[in-house]
């Protein structure tokens, strides 16, 4: 797994878990993306870690309940991502993301956060593009499906 580097403050991170939503393109591989529900920017899936749950299966988890999908999610994360998460009251919080390529085998038409959340598949160009931390973009072009 790849580090995105030092944390950027003396304070603790929140540790979050993600799913990177994938399937195979015409040319390359293609993301699932959905918006957040609160800035409407691009992200992937992605929360809390679950007890009772690896994080692996937290990622895939929050898959269904974001995005609407299941698959085959990797057990080894391909790396890290940082944000600031903004707070009720205002306040920042760091957290770190690790992020599990999920292989996109179902996609629901209706799912828990449907009407909340828009979704799209975009090209791995795209997807990079369309997100705001420059970790998540830079795992997103070296992201390699694994072998089947």
């Known amino acids: 797994m790849t580090d995105a580097g030092a944390p950027r403050s003396g304070r603790s991170e929140t540790r979050q878990v993600a799913a990177l939503p994938w399937r195979a393109g015409a040319r390359d591989v293609e993301f699932l993306m959905i918006t ?8 992937i899936p992605k929360g809390g870690r679950m007890a009772g749950k690896t994080d692996p299966e937290a990622a895939a988890v929050e898959a269904m309940e974001e995005a609407g999908v299941q698959g085959a999610i990797t057990t080894t ?5 940082r944000y600031a998460k903004r707070l009720k009251n205002g306040q920042d919080r760091l957290c770190v993301v690790a992020v599990y390529p999920l292989k996109v085998l179902i996609q629901l038409g209706v799912w828990p956060e449907s009407t909340e959340r828009e979704r799209r598949w975009m090209t791995r160009d795209e997807a990079a593009a369309s997100v705001h931390e420059p970790d998540l973009a830079r795992l997103i072009v070296a992201f390699q499906p694994p072998a089947d």
């Open 77 to 81: 994360a391909v790396g890290v991502f």
């Open 36 to 43: 957040s529900r609160e800035t409407r920017r691009w992200v």
